[in-house]
């Protein structure tokens, strides 16, 4: 565990100092350039620079050939301390007013005011450190390689626009991009990875397909569901609803708007307002949109005085949402600002703790096998034991909780987990979910979460065996998380072609002539009632068009009619992926597609 740890460790330094020389090379090129921040992140690094216009694919390459001339070169990165208001007047001096603010930032708010990816840059109010590079001096907080030749294999991918800060209000910077690992051979996989992973871009195949559309007048991050993308969303909200209910789960309905005094008592307007849209005024009296459902949940428990009879209660919703998210961080359906989570809580005893987190998981596995989705990586995040006042809930709770989750991770086959000491929620330990998807990107969908805030804020009891009044544990659970990125996860899993029970479309039927329509039409109502998805395309074009245009579509299969077919004779059936044509008779077809529906094949 400790190489495996020391080794991710290297590689991320290794993307950090790249990100580094990369803004020594700009420097070079572009002495005026000023620069905002440079992390490292999965797989690579990037920064954002204004060079005062767009940068261009020239300057990709530009860029690319002075970082292997400064490796060859081979400067050390030394590293230097100061004191804020020292290293102010220097980035000052240097006319670098983005560092200059992120500096001026962090010494009148702290360095909770600060992103991810720019508490990189800075990881003390009164002191921070400086690396040089050649001739090139930057704000990081490290650590670094001991020399540019330490990196390893890396290469700029692509660049694009980029809001200082991620806020659109503010000035639109250049970030570009890059990719690096320790070898050689594990850039090159990774890079084969990308082209496949640009053929599958949710974004592309969304508008390709017609699932989904973005509008300006709407709002950006609000997506418009169109009837293929409609369908397939109903299918996986039902399929997951369905579930959640057949496994003890009963449904809720809550609004979309609720007062403000509400989300002041959960604590949201104290540690989430900057996510919050509103307030909104009816009546006179202040109303926010909900970025949660949970404080709802909570009020519905408190409405009737609960005994340890009524215990364990699952409530499950499909919840529709509103966060604020940078736009800069808006990414087609994986993030967005309004969006539906198949939200659960479980409300239980101690005791029945153990059996609501294992039914959890077990479901949980269910779900995401039953999406195509096997292979998995858990994270089980807990308190650190040396800073226990950053966490609220007795102890006892949290130690029951967490033996409780590793335990239950062990008997349900999620044995090979991570154990992410200190990373917790300041409310809850909890267990998160990444899948791999079929080209290997690994995407976080599930958790399971407890909650010991809300509970205590709200004061939840329930009567026990003893006559008295006991807080019950409370855990948040998402299988699918947010349903708009699931989506989009689903759509570059399977670039677009579906299996036939998740396809927008499962046949399409193509007449060879006008002639032929009437029947065409005919067939899809019989496949309708069977419950089959069904489209006709009667466009005034070849039949080899039409083909070309199903396939396009990724259609499961294909029913070209003819002369023949239309007299009654067996059906031609061409089937998605397979060159040979297939013959089958009306209701032997229908039995065929049909079992793969029931099945979800």
């Not at 009020?299 to 919703?317: A, C, H, N, V």
């Not at 809850?428 to 399971?448: A, Y």
Request: hydrophobic share 35%; with cysteine.
């Amino acid at each position: 565990m400790r190489n495996n740890h020391m080794n991710t460790q290297s590689v991320e330094t290794m993307r950090h100092s790249a990100a580094h020389l990369m803004a020594a090379a700009i420097h070079r090129l572009f002495p005026e350039a000023k620069f905002g921040v440079g992390p490292a992140i999965e797989f690579g690094f990037y920064y954002d620079i204004d060079i005062g216009r767009p940068v261009t694919a020239e300057d990709l390459k530009a860029v690319s050939k002075e970082m292997k001339k400064m490796i060859s070169q081979n400067p050390h990165f030394e590293r230097e301390e100061m004191g804020i208001d020292e290293a102010i007047a220097l980035f000052d001096k240097m006319g670098q007013t983005y560092k200059v603010e992120l500096l001026k930032d962090i010494k009148e708010k702290g360095t909770t005011s600060l992103s991810e990816e720019e508490q990189q840059d800075i990881a003390d109010v009164n002191e921070v450190s400086l690396y040089k590079t050649g001739d090139f001096v930057d704000l990081c907080r490290g650590p670094h390689v001991e020399k540019a030749s330490d990196i390893g294999a890396w290469k700029l991918t692509k660049f694009s626009g980029a809001y200082w800060r991620g806020n659109e209000a503010n000035a639109q910077m250049q970030r570009i991009y890059g990719v690096c690992f320790a070898t050689q051979e594990e850039l090159d996989k990774h890079l084969t990875m990308l082209e496949e992973a640009e053929k599958r871009d949710h974004r592309k195949l969304g508008q390709a397909l017609d699932l989904f559309m973005f509008d300006e007048e709407v709002g950006a991050g609000l997506p418009l569901w169109l009837p293929n993308g409609a369908r397939l969303r109903n299918e996986v909200m039902n399929f997951a609803f369905q579930t959640y209910l057949q496994n003890g789960y009963e449904p809720v309905c809550t609004p979309h708007i609720a007062h403000s005094s509400l989300w002041s008592h959960s604590g949201h307007l104290d540690f989430y307002s900057d996510g919050m849209y509103g307030p909104l005024t009816i009546d006179e009296e202040e109303y926010r949109i909900k970025p949660m459902n949970c404080p709802f949940h909570v009020k519905m428990y408190q409405g009737t005085k609960r005994s340890y009879r009524d215990l364990p209660i699952r409530w499950t919703e499909m919840g529709t949402v509103y966060r604020y998210e940078r736009s800069g961080t808006l990414h087609g359906l994986t993030r967005v600002r309004g969006f539906t989570q198949d939200d659960a809580h479980i409300i239980c005893t101690p005791e029945q703790l153990k059996e609501e987190v294992k039914k959890a998981l077990e479901i949980t596995k269910y779900v995401l096998s039953t999406f195509g989705f096997t292979d998995y990586e858990v994270n089980l995040s807990v308190r650190d034991p040396e800073h226990l006042d950053h966490f609220i809930g007795e102890d006892a709770n949290w130690e029951q909780a967490e033996s409780t989750l590793k335990e239950v991770l062990e008997q349900t086959g999620f044995d090979r987990y991570a154990y992410d000491v200190g990373g917790a929620v300041f409310y809850g330990p909890k267990i998160d979910i990444k899948v791999s998807d079929s080209i290997g990107r690994k995407w976080q969908l599930s958790t399971i979460q407890f909650d010991f805030n809300l509970p205590e804020r709200f004061g939840m009891t329930y009567v026990g065996q003893d006559g008295k009044e006991h807080t019950p544990f409370m855990i948040h659970r998402a299988i699918l998380g947010s349903l708009e990125r699931f989506i989009g996860v689903l759509i570059e899993h399977y670039a677009g072609a579906f299996p036939t029970w998740l396809a927008p479309v499962q046949v399409g039927i193509i007449p060879v002539a006008d002639r032929h329509n009437d029947f065409c039409f005919k067939l899809r109502d019989e496949f309708a009632a069977a419950g089959i998805r069904t489209d006709v395309d009667d466009a005034t074009e070849s039949v080899g068009k039409k083909i070309r245009s199903a396939e396009l579509k990724k259609i499961p299969f294909m029913v070209v009619v003819g002369d023949k077919e239309a007299g009654g004779e067996a059906l031609t059936i061409r089937i998605r992926g397979e060159a040979e044509q297939q013959s089958l008779d009306k209701a032997a077809f229908i039995e065929r597609v049909s079992k793969e529906i029931e099945e979800r094949l």
